[in-house]
């Protein structure tokens, strides 16, 4: 098994693969916890069908680089619901799912009529569940997703308790005289990034389950906010490792098998968490 | 000169005026006790004070050497933070979150007022446990130490006792009484007119009428004496 191990990693696209793996697994739970708990769950999934939809356009346009129209699409969408989260005629949840699912079916649209490659079920697919054999990745892709990821990490590390402040409490914190729409609008800007960043590595409807489950996980055994953060992190990491070593020795697609993983750890958190509870 | 003062305040949202020709005043050491029916704009009144809505006429001035975020508010809690994993030490010390300003952490001085603010409230003991496990009234302790951390001169409470118990109500009372003791302004909205009584030196009685001035002046007027009456009446029944 090791050796099989071993050999895959003598080719650069696995490393590739596995370091951005790592990383966006940091990011993305880093900011998940937030996001669970200020009720916004649903923002990643909305995002990424919304990078989809983008992506789409990328793909249609026929651009060598797809961030360059991906990153502000994905962006500007993630400040508006945020926006349209506190004040909106449209309901918080609601909006979410009409962009998300309005999204996604201009991207397949978009894709099938205009499409140039020969076989679109797997474009399509791919773009969805992740790429199936994370050949994909460049040493680019990798650069830009740590320089990315630094820079996330940094921003929550210098935020961290102005993110505590504004996500325990938005009135308080309003009252006291702390930014709350400036925050927020850095944790969608954030967000946005995050999720572009994950859509190659385990595709657009997977990202949300890489925020969510590690935070709800970490919060089936932790009690306070920032052991809550890092035991996410943690969970987060090694969960993702996991499912990328399993699916380059089973050869199942890396996008589902991560996941997979993350639901496990779950359960797994969640009997654990009843268990110490008693 | 006195801490606050309003004038001619106009509230209200979306062109419907809720309450008009506002007028009162906040001395420093004084306990104002705001009441009214639900719907009269209590809350919005607050949120106008705190600064978290803009009135539709008149002004508010601080005075006396008061900034606008040096009041402590101890909000009515939300749904999030019933399960919200968080230690009390890190809740309280967000309360020193608007001495930080751009500071990205706190400094040692803000830890040792968090710590004293836990030690005034009676929580030392509980300072590293998770908040969502504590009582109603356990929690209402916390977030007043947060909003003391965030005040040494004012305190603006929402409904402080809503879902507590008559015991722990009793406790809560008498807490905030000792913090007016200690010198520390108290602004309280409240739906219990009898411990408004007790406590405060002064009313506030929104509504279709407005009535401000001393406790004993709202309970010799005929506009007092009518929803003390009232009150009564609906207890009897």
Redesign the interface.
Known sequence: MFETLWEYLQYPFVRYALIVGVLVALCSSLLGVTLV???FSFIGDGLSHVAFGAMAIAAVLNLTNELLIVMPITVISAVLLLRTGQNAKIKGDAAIAMISVGALAFGYLLMNVFSTSSHLSGDVCSTLFGSTSMVTLTLTDVWICTVISVIVVAVF??????I??VT??E????????GVKRYNLLLAIVIAVVIVMSMKLVGSLMISALVIFPAVSA?RL?????S?TVCSVVLSVTCALAGMVISILAGTPVGPTIVGVNVAVFFLCAGLGALLRR | MSMIEVNDLRLGYENRVIIEQLNFTVQTGDYLCIVGENGSGKSTLMKTL???QKPMGGSIVFGDGLK??E?G?L?QQ?A??RD????V???V???C??R?GWR???NKAEKQLAEKNIERMGMTAYA???Y??LSGGQQQRVLLA??LC?TQKILLLDEPVAGLDPKVTAEMYELIDSLHQEGITIIMISHDIKAALCYADHILHIGRRIFFGTKEDYQNSDFGRLFLWQEDGDKDV
């Open positions: 708990l200020k009720r590390l210098l935020f961290y308790n102005k505590f402040a325990f409490d009135g308080f914190a309003l009252a006291s005289g702390t919060m932790f009690k306070s906010f920032r809550v | 705190l600064g978290l606008k975020n009041i508010y909000p939300t999030v933070q919200f994993p968080a230690s030490r890190e809740i010390l967000s309360g979150q608007a930080c990205p952490f706190y590293g446990r998770c969502r496990e947060r909003a965030a």
